[in-house]
Nanobody, 127 residues
Framework: QVDLVESGGGLVQAGGSLRLSCAASGRTFSTYAMGWFRQAPGKEREFVAAISWSGANTYYADSMKGRFTISRDNAKNTVYLQMSSLKPGDTAVYYC????????????????????WGQGTQVTVSS
């Protein structure tokens, strides 16, 4: 069982930055691949970024490349999402997710590949 708690959301102006954090419980965090997803009002949940449990491999949705950075600190059981050059279209509830990984280099991009989810944190970007 892994419990995930996101933090760091808030209101920011377009062009600004935010760093989201996701704190995980459990002693096996370092063996879980992690991901960030988001869901805007009236839209389906979409993939944002993923990271392997080793941290060696990351992957981003095309619209986030160059603006968002996913990272993790296994010693702190925490995964981060650094977001910059934010746009009003980035407004959404952001969720972190975890899944047990079979390999240190694997990452996952589909939400049905994840077993555990946080409660979400709201990010609002004003124009």
């Amino acid at each position: 069982q892994v419990d995930l708690v996101e933090s760091g959301g808030g209101l920011v102006q377009a062009g600004g930055s935010l760093r989201l954090s996701c704190a995980a419980s459990g002693r096996t965090f370092s063996t879980y691949a992690m991901g960030w997803f988001r869901q805007a009002p009236g839209k389906e949940r979409e993939f944002v970024a993923a990271i392997s449990w080793s941290g060696a491999n990351t992957y981003y949705a095309d619209s986030m490349k160059g603006r968002f950075t996913i990272s993790r600190d296994n010693a702190k059981n925490t995964v981060y999402l650094q977001m910059s050059s934010l746009k009003p279209g980035d407004t959404a509830v952001y969720y972190c997710a975890a899944t047990a990984s079979s390999g240190g280099s694997r990452y996952y991009t589909r939400d049905d590949e994840y077993d555990y989810w946080g409660q979400g944190t709201q990010v609002t970007v004003s124009s």
